[in-house]
């Protein structure tokens, strides 16, 4: 039978602390903080300790303090950014290792010591926690979530968890099978928890490679417009003779406009289609003339204003990942719309990389877009990619915004690469 003691209220206000702290490490640790404003995030835990505390008090560990306790962990999880499959992940599992562990405290003890459950949860959480977040993600990875299919099975297991330790606590079970059974479930879900750490690495393993093909068939291009180039000026050089004897023929004549029509034609034959960038820089070069090569093709309009100088210390990786996904994204927006516009404009001043991009869309609101909330994917075709785009754009203190104006998208990109 249980037996109050009037030392119970001081325990749960102190382990309480400790649970709350212990959640906030969970969420740190495989989350990214959305406010980093510290007055708001002793708001949000202050909410959920007293909001867990009263319920503790007044239904003890009990179905309605569990559904209080979920409440409190999924509504601090709506402060950090993400994918909101993997913090409603997380925060189901780390109710289903809480629920565990009280589910074993409460069969460990009896009489007097039930008022101790608390901190005996508390110290079991704390050992679960200390084991997960002993392999954190990195922070690059903290927005990034698996597939939809993936996430719904990886959350099956703690959601039937949950379900097991609530028949153990309402059940006729004796007490060692009880110990055995919520030992044996929390333990199954620690191993899931690192099975999903594998998948995510191999997830972000398997996009990094997409990166590197994209980046590879990109200078594969660029070799092939590099050569066509040589190809053109060879054939100059070899009638350059010719043409000079023309010229000196045209000069000498009463009709200038002749020379410069002919001066207009070998410009011309210079000219190379598929060379729409040259900087010097070969990633540059390749990457931005194989997707505007790419633009030309698949749409009415394409407008470029590109000065960028030969060395810079932005890595062709990031470049990559910065270019391949905006132009992307405008890409498909522009594609679905009748005016299929799309301007680039580039410039490098005092260290610092201009990047400003306007596309033609549909069916996007107009107004700033909060970068933060846009998913990966996000309709109508302009999401793919932005959180890889913003973990970029952070690395190199700069600043990433987009605004819809009247159907057209515009992208503002600032790096501070001069800090690097």
């Not at 007055?39 to 949000?44: A, E, H, K, Q, S």
């Not at 050569?227 to 000079?244: C, G, P, T, V």
Request: hydrophobic share 45%; glycine share 6%; aromatic share 10%.
């Amino acid at each position: 039978m249980y037996c109050k003691s009037g030392y119970e209220p001081a325990v749960i206000l102190i382990v309480n602390i400790l649970h709350a702290a212990l959640l906030k490490k969970v969420l740190d640790t495989f989350l990214i903080i959305e406010n980093k404003h510290r007055l708001v995030w002793r708001i949000v835990f202050a909410g959920y300790y007293l909001i867990t505390t009263a319920a503790c008090m007044i239904f003890h560990v009990s179905f309605f303090y569990g559904v209080c306790n979920l409440a409190g962990v999924i509504g601090v999880a709506c402060f950090y950014r993400g994918a909101w499959a993997k913090r409603l992940w997380i925060s189901m599992f780390f109710f289903c290792i809480d629920t565990g562990s009280g589910a074993a405290a409460a069969f460990m003890g009896s009489g007097d010591i039930r008022m101790q459950q608390n901190a005996v949860r508390t110290l079991i959480l704390l050992v679960c926690v200390a084991v997960i977040c002993h392999i954190p993600d990195p922070k690059e990875s903290r927005e990034t979530a698996l597939d939809g299919k993936q996430m719904f099975w990886l959350s099956v297991i703690p959601i039937l968890s949950v379900a097991v330790f609530m028949r153990l606590m309402y059940g006729d079970v004796d007490q060692v099978t009880a110990v055995s059974l919520c030992g044996a479930v929390t333990g199954l879900n620690l191993c899931v928890f690192y099975l999903y750490h594998i998948l995510l690495g191999n997830y972000v393993q398997l996009r990094e490679q997409d990166i590197y093909k994209q980046q590879t068939i990109a200078y594969q291009n660029q070799l092939d417009v590099i050569m066509e180039s040589q190809s053109r000026i060879r054939a100059l050089k070899h009638d350059m003779k010719n043409h000079f004897l023309a010229l000196e023929g045209l000069a000498k004549g009463a009709n200038p406009e002749k020379l410069v029509e002919y001066l207009d034609c070998m410009q011309e034959f210079m000219q190379n289609p598929s060379e729409h960038v040259y900087t010097g820089n070969e990633a540059l070069d390749s990457l931005l003339n194989f997707k505007l090569q790419r633009a030309r093709e698949e749409l009415k309009k394409v407008e470029t204003d590109i000065v960028l100088p030969e060395k810079m210390k932005l890595h062709s990786f990031d470049f990559n990942v910065i270019i391949g996904n905006l132009l992307d994204n405008a890409l498909a927006a522009s594609a679905r719309t009748d005016e299929q516009f799309l301007k680039l404009c580039m410039r490098m001043e005092n260290g610092i990389l201009f990047l400003y991009m306007v596309n033609s869309c549909w069916g996007i609101p107009e107004g700033v877009c909060d970068i933060h909330r846009l998913p990966d994917r996000s309709a109508p075709g302009h999401g793919s990619g932005l959180a890889n785009v913003r973990r970029i754009v952070e690395k190199y203190h700069g600043d990433l915004e987009m605004c819809c104006k009247g159907n057209c998208m515009e992208t503002e990109v600032m790096l501070y690469m001069k800090f690097l």
